[in-house]
């Protein structure tokens, strides 16, 4: 008798999602399917308004990357203006973009998922939270919570605002940056960059007690996709688009993002509202890919900042091709972050960071407008038309979270095979059919547009309909 | 350090809900003694624990659900975990207290939660008229708190 268990919701992501998992007659997992089940709709209520409005009605999406959401969309309007933006705003905007990585990161890593590192993926979710987590480690909540004060009070600084700044306009930025002001954030870099290498230290031995997560969590060949710089870094705020197979070899090099239609198409699918990219030339479900952390220090050959280097190479050397575990996204995260501090470092130190000419001016220009970006969770895209009038006609927004949409339905599959073995649910083959998705720090604010939080019920239906079992959790 | 800590929780952009940002803006202009520190947010978050870990006494002030609209009531509060499993990325009062002595070793001697009741809450930069006239109350009942006064009970 087949039978269906239904998560919902699932726990510590941003946004309402539930997850169902298909049992065959044998009681085996035959299917898996994470259902994300918002809508908002930013790209239809746009349509009509001018587009020097769009960077902050877009970065309204999403109160964790608004940042994000704000430079692809500036960097759209600027397409549409045909400017570059003074040197100077540049340097600001790629900043403003890493302390964005930081503290998002950081959230991700030490709020969401170090309950479960430090508490055991078995633990009772009454201790296994951020409270437990922070009390049996105090020294590592100290420093998660420093980190992501750094990130956010390094936005607040540039951008007048920690969530939803308005400081990146089309054309540059706003206000330039003091020299007071970059003096105050270069004083904290020794602090932060000596957090990140202790939560680094920490988690390289910690995450030898994950064998099995490691081993089954989302741990399969898929395409990587991001953008890097000519010069082989990761490009946050620039560069081409890049495709590697899980062997580390280039499928696809120096990809426009602007011309994404050509090599991406999105599916959609009955049971959820979050399209599924994929990898145009080998179809769908093949084009499978993966963004984000992981995705992009399997992309490049360089880390480009030293201390980072040096994670990064050992980071690679877990296997002999792409590291292929999305349980491995943790790792990559703190290696990010450490990156993110070091270059950040660079920037202040670039006497251009503090010209005081942020901001050229033009009118429309074009009626077409692409912006990209490395979000926290991935590549983020942007595309605008206007009329003639520079009112918006048309939005498509290809968000980071979307990309691992097929990504995450497989790694679903893959844990509950291996953790649901029987009709009894319990609290670790829940939680660990979370943590995969956890893993992967989906935004589904962002993916679909929407905002939530999310309480938990698993349900263990038979096919005909009865409830078997069913664990639920409050909000 | 600030002995004195203000936190005003809320979103401006719905209605009632930034009744706690309106407070705060009286109470910067109206002056305080002692002259605390202010911050103000959409939500609480773990980040607060520190400064609030620094501090001798500190005030939430948040809008409810509640009756009569422009209610104003005000509870002592005391480190607790919080219930909500689900989110991690913003906190109840008393959790962030416990935060606070959990990882920085402390927490204020006094701290209070002022709330006032809300009746709309949808999207609006305004005030309901019954909120709106709650603020100098609220604002009196703060001064007091941080003047040393103790409140005890709703």
């Not at chain 1, 239809?44 to 608004?66: A, S």
């Not at chain 1, 509202?273 to 994929?278: E, I």
Request: aromatic share 8%; hydrophobic share 40%.
């Amino acid at each position: 008798m087949s039978k269906t268990i239904t998560i919902d919701p699932v726990t510590r992501i941003e946004g309402h999602a539930k997850i169902t998992l298909q049992l065959d007659d044998q009681g085996e997992v035959s299917e898996a399917y994470f259902h994300v089940t918002q809508f908002r709709g930013f790209e239809k209520f746009c349509v009509g308004r001018p587009f020097y409005e769009m960077p902050y009605l877009m970065e309204r999406i999403c109160g964790i990357c608004p940042v994000s959401h704000l430079l692809a969309s500036a960097k759209a309007c600027d397409v549409l203006l045909a400017m570059k933006v003074p040197p100077s705003a540049g340097k600001l905007r790629r900043m403003l973009n890493l302390a964005q990585v930081i503290q998002s990161h950081a959230l991700s890593f030490f709020y969401l998922s170090a309950p479960d590192f430090l508490m055991g993926m078995d633990a009772d979710p009454k201790e296994r939270n951020l409270f437990g987590a922070m009390r049996k480690n105090p020294e590592l909540g100290r420093g998660g919570i420093r980190l992501r004060q750094f990130g956010q009070q390094v936005i607040e600084t540039l951008a007048g605002k920690r969530i939803h700044p308005g400081w990146v306009v089309p054309g540059g930025v706003n206000e330039p940056l003091t020299i007071e002001k970059r003096d105050k954030l270069l004083a904290q870099i020794p602090e932060m960059i000596a957090i990140a290498q202790k939560a680094l230290a920490w988690f390289k031995i910690e995450f030898e007690n994950f064998r099995e997560e490691i081993r089954t969590f989302a741990n399969f060949p898929s395409l990587f996709m991001g953008l890097v710089t000519p010069d082989e870094r990761a490009g946050y705020y620039e560069g081409k688009l890049r495709f590697t197979d899980s062997h580390g070899n280039i499928v696809a090099d120096n990809l426009e993002a602007a011309n994404y239609a050509e090599f991406l198409d999105e599916a959609v699918e009955p049971f959820t509202f979050m399209k599924f990219p994929y990898y145009k030339p080998l179809g769908y479900p093949g084009g499978i890919y993966r963004v984000g952390p992981l995705a992009r220090i399997n992309l490049v050959e360089n880390c480009g900042t030293p201390l980072a280097q040096q994670e990064w190479i050992e980071f690679r050397a877990l296997e002999r091709g792409a590291v292929l575990s999305s349980f491995h996204y943790h790792y990559a995260r703190l290696i990010e972050i450490l990156f993110a501090i070091e270059h950040i470092e660079e920037y202040l130190l670039d006497p251009i960071i503090t010209k005081p000419h942020a901001r050229y001016s033009a009118s429309l220009n074009n009626l077409e407008g692409i912006g990209c970006c490395e979000a926290p969770r991935g590549t983020l895209i942007h595309h605008y038309r206007v009329d003639e009038q520079g009112l918006i006609t048309w939005a498509n927004l290809v968000i980071a979270t979307g990309h691992n949409n097929l990504a995450m339905n497989r790694g679903i599959l893959q844990v509950a095979r291996h953790f649901v073995r029987s009709e009894k649910l319990n609290e670790g083959m829940l939680n660990r059919v979370e943590a995969v998705i956890r893993a992967f720090d989906p935004c589904l604010s962002c993916s679909t547009h929407a905002y939530g939080q999310m309480p938990l019920q698993v349900r263990l239906v038979s096919a005909q309909g009865s409830v078997l079992d069913q664990i639920c959790r409050g909000s | 350090m600030s002995r004195a800590l203000v936190l005003a929780c809320g979103n401006s952009l719905r209605g009632d809900d930034g009744v706690a940002l309106q407070i705060m803006n009286h109470l910067q202009k109206a002056g305080c003694d002692p002259a605390p520190e202010f911050h103000c947010r959409q939500q609480w978050t773990p980040e607060l624990a520190e400064p609030i870990s620094q501090a001798e006494i500190v005030v939430f002030v948040d809008a409810a659900l509640g009756t009569p609209p422009g209610a104003v009531t005000c509870r002592q509060l005391q480190p607790r975990p919080s219930t909500s499993l689900g989110i991690t990325h913003h906190s109840s009062s008393e959790s962030l207290l416990l935060l606070a002595e959990d990882l920085y070793g402390r927490r204020p001697a006094r701290a209070y939660l002022v709330t006032i009741a809300g009746e709309a809450f949808e999207l609006d930069e305004n005030l309901s008229d019954p909120v709106r006239r709650a603020i100098p109350e609220a604002g009196v009942l703060i001064k007091a708190l941080l003047m040393g006064i103790t409140v005890t009970e709703d």
